[in-house]
């Protein structure tokens, strides 16, 4: 595939858009050009929905097994391809060479779960009340469905939904960000390889009010699986509730971890910086509120500045960089902004600037620490998505939980202590859908459940066994072998 232009991926074939409008794909640690993206409009979409239903009866009647077959073979490809992947990732997203390896590692092991789950999506057989009644449970896939994923996980996000709902035999449209379309023209390449018969997978480029409402509106559309901003997730999820869609929404984040008295300061130092800041902290589950206990707060922060300012910023694909750009001008503006802001809230401890010199052409930023940081702070309630840390000072175990629990979020949270009752308290109380006890609030796998509490998400969990709720109905199937006349009453 030419990289001068990406074209949408519509029955199999590359396509342009009829519009003939194009926007640049730009490298965020250089602004150098990559090449050039169509822009389409609802006449791609129509197209793109109707290759998708085309499609569909009969990946719908091929074997689970088999459909599961097909993405074992994308995984491999994709593993053999890995080096390639994660450094057009790098190069378009930002984010380090080893964070970008990470991502397409994470991408192949989803790819491997659910096609094992081709051979384990189990229904129930279940006793009747009556003789000679058999009733038992499958399921079914929902038909068409859209994929509307972002540019931070360009790779494994589009991948994670996919391989879920292909292998419960659904057909999909994907819409990704605009921002990250080589990625997207790569996962097209490798699912294509792997076998994928043409017009179950198809990519449409554009922009998200006008690819991502025509797919919401589209009648033959069964169901939207979203990850993005709270804004957007919202509008869609109340959009599809009108039109009798099946809707899923990852949204934001604004995750805590907790350093009680006793804990490992220099693996809570370490797992702060790491999570606050690796992927320039443009991860839903990046840490971005560093919760303390007064009485150690002092040599903590001591460590997490050293460490902070210790980091490799630069371009991505140099040799050692930790930190990489924000992936664009807008991104880069809205953290600039909460640094002014925070600058008039809190005490800046370090970063707080656009970084210059030779990162001049880049959307680079110091990785950033606030301190004296209270509760009621817009650093501290809105999420920011770039390398900026909050720091709350508490005075007890009690308080930190319910600092921590002070959010309209609720994805992923930590707790760095040695008290094995404090960790079940931990447990107990803390209002996220993920928790992680001594390590950092980045980081899952593949066969686990993901997704958050209150206003992080709805409609169901992504990845993991759970993953399949979402992409199948359920069919209950009553087989009556009496040959004869029911006589009992029915209600």
């Not at 009969?58 to 994308?74: D, K, V």
């Not at 097209?188 to 043409?198: F, K, V, W």
């Not at 960089?321 to 809205?334: I, M, N, R, S, Y």
């Not at 509490?453 to 979402?470: H, I, S, W």
Request: net charge neutral.
């Amino acid at each position: 595939m030419d990289m001068d232009l990406i074209r949408n991926f519509i029955g199999g074939t590359w396509q342009a858009a009829a519009s003939g409008r194009t926007q640049d794909n730009l490298n965020p640690a250089s602004g150098a050009v990559l090449g050039k993206v169509v822009a389409s409009g609802a006449d791609e979409v129509a197209a793109a929905v109707g290759a998708a239903k085309a499609a569909l009866p009969e990946w719908r009647s091929l074997p689970a097994p088999r459909r599961g077959e097909i993405l074992f073979r994308a995984a491999a490809i994709l593993r053999r391809r890995k080096d390639e992947v994660a450094r057009a990732l790098t190069q378009e997203e930002g984010k380090s060479l080893t964070d970008a390896g990470g991502e397409v590692q994470r991408a192949i092991n989803c790819l491997e779960f659910s096609a094992g789950e081709g051979r384990r999506s189990f229904g129930q057989v279940i006793p009747s009340e009556l003789p000679s009644n058999l009733i038992y449970t499958r399921r079914i896939p929902l038909g068409v469905v859209a994929l509307v994923t972002p540019w931070n996980f360009p790779v494994a996000i589009p991948v994670w939904k996919a391989a879920a709902a292909l292998v419960c035999g659904n057909t999909i449209v994907l819409k990704p960000a605009s921002s990250t379309p080589w990625c997207a023209l790569l996962i097209s390449e490798i699912l294509a390889e792997a076998g994928m018969p043409a017009g179950v997978w198809n990519v449409v480029f554009g922009p998200g009010g006008v690819v991502g409402d025509t797919l919401v509106n589209h009648p033959d559309v069964a169901a939207i699986s979203f990850t993005g901003s709270n804004d957007i997730g919202q509008r869609l999820y109340a959009l599809g509730a009108t039109r009798g869609k099946k809707v899923q929404c990852e949204m934001g984040g604004k995750n805590a971890l907790i350093v009680l008295d006793d804990a490992d300061l220099d693996l809570a130092a370490a797992a702060a910086v790491q999570g606050a800041f690796y992927s320039s902290g443009q991860r839903c589950t990046a840490t971005s509120r560093l919760v303390v206990m007064a009485n150690v707060a002092a040599p903590l922060l001591a460590q997490i500045r050293e460490r902070t300012e210790a980091l490799k910023v630069g371009d991505g694909l140099a040799p050692g960089v930790q930190v990489g750009p924000l992936v664009d001008e807008k991104q880069l503006g809205t953290v600039l902004k909460y640094i002014e802001i925070g600058k008039g809230e809190a005490r800046l401890l370090c970063g707080g600037e656009r970084l210059k010199g030779e990162l001049a052409g880049g959307y680079f930023v110091a990785p950033t620490v606030f301190g004296e940081v209270s509760r009621d702070h817009r650093l501290a309630r809105e999420e920011i998505f770039g390398p900026v840390l909050s720091v709350l000072a508490v005075t007890d175990e009690a308080e930190a939980f319910a600092v921590a629990n002070d959010s309209r979020y609720g994805l992923s949270s930590s707790v760095y202590t040695r008290d094995v009752g404090r960790v079940f308290r931990y447990i107990d109380q803390i209002e996220t859908g993920i928790l992680h006890v001594n390590s950092p609030t980045v980081g899952g796998e593949a066969q686990v459940p993901f997704g958050g509490l209150k206003e992080t998400g709805v409609g169901g969990r992504e990845q993991g066994t759970t993953a399949l709720d979402f992409f199948t109905e359920w069919q209950s199937i009553y087989i009556d072998y009496t040959g004869s006349r029911r006589t009992a009453s029915f209600y």
